[in-house]
C-alpha cells in the first residue's frame, strides 16, 4: 500500500533519463500519436497533457484508455475530477465509443472526484492517503495498466492547504510508477504556464501541448510533444482532429524523407506521353502535378492515367473535389476513356467530396482513410487547388507535403491537376507546390494563326531522362494523343493546322526556353 | 439548539489507518462530542485501509474526513479535527455558552 511509497522507488524518474536503455512505450491506439512518438507513451509511467479549456484533453485521455481496452488488453482507470460519470459518458458516444459497455465488462472504471471547497470545512491537518486508496482499489478491482487523471488539478480549488497537495502530488507521481501503470495526467494551461499550479514539475518523462485555434472561422488544433525524455520526437506541431472516430494526429511529415524510391514504372495511360518519359511513364511512387489553365485537359490527362491503372489491374483511388463521379464518367466517356466498368469492378473509386464541406485537417484525415481502407495503387487528386480554397498557402504546402510522404511511403503512384488562371497569378501557388512533386507537367494553350490549340510539356521530371520538347495535345473521341509540334526554320512553333503545313516534325534539341512555355 | 436537544448525531469518521493524524483526529472529535453533544452521539469510524471501496463509494480522498451524517443536511469537514472551533461551525452546532 501506500505507506511504502517512499523506501520502495526513492527516485525512479532519474532512471529512464540517462538513455542507458530504450524506453518501453505503451502504443495509445491514437492515430498518428504513436507515430510521432515512435510508438506510444512512457509505459508505467505519467504523461502530462497540457493545453487551454476546450483542447480536446479530456476526449484524447479518454481514448487513451478507450483503446487500451479495446485493442491492447490493459483495463484503464479514469479518475474525473471535473466531469461527472454521466457526462463522461455522453462525450465519448460522441467519438463512438461505449463507455458503459466497458465499464460493465470491467475494462474501464470511471470514478467522479467531487471536491468543491465551499461544501467542505478545513478544521486540522490533513493529506491525500484517501485518494491513493481509492485509485489503489479502483487499479486493483480490474486489473488496470492504465490510469488517466483529469484535472487534478482542480486538488488546489478544493483544498485550501497548497503545500499538503504539492507533497501529496508528487507522491502520487511516485506512487503511479510503483503501481506501473502508464498514465496521462491532464493540466489546465494558464498565460505562459503550462498548466496553473506546475504540474510540469512532476511529470518529467513526457509531456504534451494541445492548442486550439480559430483562423477564419474554422479551429484547427495542434499538438505538439514537448518534451520525451530518452526517446526521439519529432518537435513540430501536429495537426489534429476530432471527429465521430475519436481523435487523429496528422503525423505524416514525421515520416520524413525515408521512403523507397522505386525504378519500377507506372504508364500515364497515354503512349505519347509515355514516349516523352522515355518510354516508360512515371516512376511508381511518384507525385505528379499536372497544371494548366481551365479546358486545358487536366482532368482528361488525370483519367487517363486512372484508367491504365485499372487496366492493369491495379486500384485507383479518385479524388474529385470539382465534379460528381457521374459527371466525371459522362465526360470522359466523350474522349473515349470508360470509367463506368472499372468502377463495377472495384478497381476505380471515385470520392467526390466540395473541398468546402470541411476543414483542411479534415480533409487530410478523411484522405489518410480512404487510403488506408481501400489500398489503392494511384491516386488522383482533382483538382488540388480547390484544396486552396479551405487553408492558407502553406497550409495547403504543408497538407500535401504529408499526403505526398504518405504515399510515397506505400509506393502508391499520385496525380495532381492543378489549376491555375489565365492571368498567372495563382502560378505562385503551383511553383509552391510543385518544389514538393517529382514530375511537373504543362498543359496550355497555343495560340497562333487565329487557333488556339492545346500543348503540353514537361517541366521537370525527378531522375528521369525526359523530353524536353512542347507537344500538341489533341483530344479524339479515342482519347488523348500527342502530336509533334513542328518548328518552322525560323523557330516557330507550328500547331494545329498550321502543322500539316510543315513536312517534317522537327527533331532538332532544345526548343527556345521562353517559347513554348506556355501561352500566357 | 432546538433540533440538537432531541435528535442523535451520528458522526461517521473516515481516516486511513491508524496513523498520528487517525489518533488525534478521533481523540478531538471524542472530547468535542462529550463536550457538545454529550449523550446524543454515535461516531463511526471507517477506516479505508481496511475498507478500501469505500473511499469510491463514499467519495472520499482526503483523511481524516468526519461526515455529518445526521441531521440532514450532510456536512463533511477534514483534518485532524484540532482546530475545534471550526469543527463546531462545520457541524453546526452551537458552542457552550462557558466555553470561549
Known amino acids: 500500500m501506500p505507506t511504502s511509497v517512499h523506501r520502495s522507488n526513492p527516485v525512479p524518474t532519474k532512471r529512464a533519463g540517462n538513455g542507458r536503455q530504450p524506453l518501453a512505450k505503451a502504443p495509445t491506439g491514437i492515430p498518428g500519436l504513436d507515430e510521432i512518438t515512435n510508438g506510444g507513451l512512457p509505459r508505467g509511467r505519467p504523461t502530462l497533457v497540457c493545453g487551454g479549456a476546450g483542447c480536446g484533453k479530456t476526449l484524447l485521455a479518454l481514448e487513451f484508455l478507450v483503446r487500451g481496452a479495446l485493442e491492447y488488453d490493459e483495463p484503464g482507470v479514469f479518475m474525473s475530477f471535473e466531469e461527472t460519470a454521466d457526462d463522461l459518458v455522453d462525450n465519448a458516444r460522441s467519438l463512438g465509443f461505449d463507455l458503459p459497455r466497458l465499464s460493465a465488462r470491467r475494462r474501464l472504471l470511471l470514478d467522479y472526484v467531487r471536491l468543491e471547497r465551499s461544501e467542505l470545512t478545513e478544521a486540522g491537518a490533513y493529506d491525500l492517503e484517501g485518494l491513493f486508496i481509492r485509485l489503489g482499489h479502483a487499479i486493483d478491482s480490474i486489473g488496470a495498466k492504465r490510469v488517466v487523471l483529469d484535472t487534478i488539478e482542480l486538488l488546489f480549488s478544493g483544498l485550501s492547504d497548497r503545500f499538503v497537495v504539492r507533497a501529496e502530488l508528487a507522491r502520487l507521481f511516485r506512487w503511479l510508477k510503483t503501481k506501473r501503470v502508464t498514465a496521462i495526467v491532464t493540466g489546465e494551461r494558464e498565460a505562459e504556464h503550462l498548466t496553473r499550479h506546475g504540474l510540469e514539475e512532476y511529470v518529467s518523462d513526457c509531456v504534451i501541448l494541445l492548442d486550439q485555434r480559430v483562423k477564419e472561422q474554422s479551429a484547427t488544433r495542434r499538438l505538439r510533444i514537448l518534451k520525451y525524455r530518452g526517446s526521439a520526437h519529432g518537435g513540430n506541431e501536429m495537426p489534429f482532429l476530432i471527429d465521430d472516430h475519436g481523435v487523429s494526429v496528422l503525423p505524416i511529415t514525421s515520416l520524413g524523407l525515408a521512403h523507397p524510391a522505386s525504378t519500377a514504372h507506372v504508364s500515364t495511360g497515354v503512349s505519347g506521353l509515355d514516349e516523352m518519359f522515355g518510354k516508360k511513364g512515371y516512376f511508381r511512387g511518384n507525385s505528379v502535378l499536372v497544371s494548366g489553365t481551365a479546358g486545358t485537359g487536366k482532368s482528361s490527362l488525370a483519367a487517363h492515367f486512372a484508367e491504365a491503372a485499372c487496366r492493369r489491374g491495379e486500384r485507383c483511388l479518385y479524388f474529385a473535389f470539382e465534379e460528381s463521379p457521374s459527371q466525371i464518367v459522362r465526360n470522359m466517356r466523350s474522349i473515349g476513356v470508360h470509367l463506368a466498368p472499372w468502377m463495377r469492378r472495384d478497381l476505380l473509386h471515385i470520392h467526390a467530396q466540395r473541398p468546402t464541406a470541411l476543414g483542411l485537417e479534415a480533409h487530410l484525415v478523411a484522405m489518410h482513410r480512404l487510403i488506408d481502407d481501400w489500398r489503392p495503387r494511384v491516386v488522383v487528386v482533382d483538382p488540388v487547388t480547390n484544396m486552396i480554397a479551405v487553408g492558407s498557402e502553406i497550409e495547403v504546402k504543408a497538407m500535401l507535403a504529408r499526403l505526398i510522404d504518405l504515399m510515397k511511403l506505400r509506393q502508391i503512384t499520385a496525380l495532381f491537376t492543378s489549376l491555375t488562371e489565365a492571368d498567372g497569378a495563382a502560378e505562385r501557388t503551383d511553383l509552391g507546390v510543385s518544389s514538393l512533386m517529382d514530375v511537373w507537367m504543362l498543359l496550355g494553350n497555343l495560340e497562333a494563326n487565329g487557333e488556339r490549340n492545346r500543348a503540353i510539356q514537361i517541366v521537370k521530371a525527378r531522375g528521369m531522362a525526359h523530353s524536353n520538347q512542347v507537344r500538341e495535345f489533341v483530344m479524339t473521341d479515342r482519347g488523348v494523343t500527342l502530336v509533334d509540334v513542328s518548328r518552322r526554320a525560323d523557330g516557330s512553333v507550328a500547331i494545329g493546322s498550321a502543322r500539316g503545313a510543315q513536312q517534317q516534325p522537327t527533331r532538332a534539341g532544345a526548343p527556345q526556353p521562353g517559347r513554348g512555355r506556355k501561352a500566357k | ?100
Open chain 2, 1 to 100: 439548539m432546538k433540533d440538537g436537544k432531541r435528535r442523535t448525531w451520528r458522526l461517521r469518521l473516515y481516516v486511513a489507518g491508524q496513523t498520528p493524524k487517525s489518533i488525534t483526529a478521533l481523540a478531538n472529535l471524542q472530547r468535542l462530542c462529550d463536550n457538545h453533544l454529550a449523550g446524543r452521539y454515535r461516531i463511526e469510524v471507517v477506516d479505508l485501509v481496511s475498507q478500501p471501496h469505500r473511499a469510491r463509494r463514499d467519495d472520499i480522498v482526503v483523511v481524516p474526513t468526519l461526515v455529518r451524517q445526521l441531521p440532514p443536511p450532510i456536512r463533511k469537514i477534514i483534518g485532524d479535527l484540532s482546530n475545534v472551533e471550526r469543527v463546531l461551525v462545520g457541524l453546526d452546532v452551537l458552542p457552550r455558552d462557558d466555553e470561549e
